[in-house]
């Protein structure tokens, strides 16, 4: 009879602790590097370029990266964290106008942003959150061009000096993502959102 009364109060113990485990923790470290997109603005250079068939423009081509990027929090409680977001894209549109002048307009662009996010997820392995964050995002308009006319070619020099500015605007997030950690301190995770990719995925590590 004891030794029954030991083996079910043991079993309760070790339930409720997996009742209780959680995928991440306060004082836990997450890093993101990840993925994502679609990448609108190349999306929409590609539609210019299809539209622009029909005109007097040839050597149409387009194409961009997708967005790159990184996140690093930390959990200031069980459910509340702090980090940083970054992510890199760009896109790129060349082509030859009815002078022969060609002209390539590239587009690189990067986003940083301080975040916090709410964890909900009380799987031993899963971490659910919500996230929202500010920060700016930076870009240049990168414009060039070559033509045999020396006139034209200074213009295309002038521009191209121009444009090497980098521009910055606000930028912000909201979104929803999951972590699977796979074994102890490795995983993948996913976030769908507003501002930035609309959806993002890649690996996850804990610390």
């Not at 470290?29 to 539609?47: E, S, V």
């Not at 909900?120 to 070559?146: A, E, P, Q």
């Not at 997030?173 to 959102?193: T, V, Y």
Request: proline share 2%; charged share 15%.
């Amino acid at each position: 009879m004891r030794k029954n009364c030991f083996l079910i109060t043991l079993f309760f113990c070790l339930f409720s602790a997996g009742i209780q485990a959680q995928a991440v923790e306060q004082g836990n470290i997450l890093i993101d590097i990840d993925a994502g997109g679609p990448n609108l603005l190349t999306g929409a250079m590609k539609l210019l370029a299809r539209n622009a068939t029909a005109t007097e423009v040839t050597n149409i081509q387009s194409s961009g990266l997708i967005p790159l990027g990184g996140r690093a929090e930390y959990l200031l409680t069980d459910n509340l964290g702090i980090g940083l977001d970054f992510n890199y894209a760009s896109s790129k549109l060349s082509f030859t106008d009815i002078d022969n002048v060609n002209y390539s307009v590239n587009v690189p662009r990067f986003r940083t942003l301080l975040r916090g996010s709410y964890h909900f997820g009380k799987g031993d392995n899963t971490d659910w959150f919500l996230t929202g964050g500010v920060g700016y995002v930076g870009l240049r308009t990168r414009i060039s061009g070559t033509s045999s006319n020396p006139d034209t070619q200074s213009l295309l020099d002038a521009i191209s000096q121009s444009s090497k500015r980098i521009g910055f605007g606000f930028a912000y997030r909201l979104g929803i993502g999951f972590r699977w950690f796979f074994i102890k301190n490795l995983g993948i995770g996913m976030e769908a959102g507003l501002g930035g990719p609309a959806l993002r995925g890649g690996l996850s590590l804990k610390f």
